[in-house]
């Protein structure tokens, strides 16, 4: 079942990201446009989440002896998110002509940027907090602020780390607690909105607040 959960989860983030990217809303007074480049606000925001509620939905099932069904689910929340490319050469052609291997090798990168490097950031968190040595609620709270200091200080990558090491704190933190997921997606939702929306709008902006 988790192959299957993470394609859905994977194929549900790669339909958001199109449809943003042909349909998505703009806001002037907010500096935020979802159309065009934009989209991929998509999969850096749902990504994390996904791998946050797969990889603890999966431990919980599995009482802790996961790694092989936790890897299945990132595998196939990859293969998902890979679809970006396909589907969008297929259902908005830029010509006439049929899908070729660029769309594929382009869906595949996007699958490994976007899923496969937040993953390889997320896994060692996750361990440690796992782990004797990372049962502190103090250590939770410090990797969470971490997250949001590499959105806002680290140049090109920084949102995707910072959306690995979400994953990986919201994966450990739920571990920890036994339960309270629903709390601690809330948690990695309002972190990479800041990530994607608020950082960006405060760097340029300052302080101001957006005039409408």
Known sequence: MGFIAGLIWGLLIAAATIALEHYGPSSEPLHVSLSGNGAIAAPIM???????????????????RSVVPIAAYTLALLLGVSAIGPADAYFFPQNAAVLDVNDFLGGLFQGILFVGFVAVVAAPIYWVLRSRIGQSRILIWLLYLVSIAIAAFVQGFGTIVAGGVVAGVASGHAWQRQGGRMFIGIIVIVIMALAVFGIPYVVANGLSAPRF
Do not use: R
């Not at 749902?46 to 802790?64: E, Q, R």
């Open 46 to 64: 749902l990504v994390p989440l996904a791998i946050f509620w797969g990889w603890s939905s999966i431990a919980n099932a599995y009482a802790g």
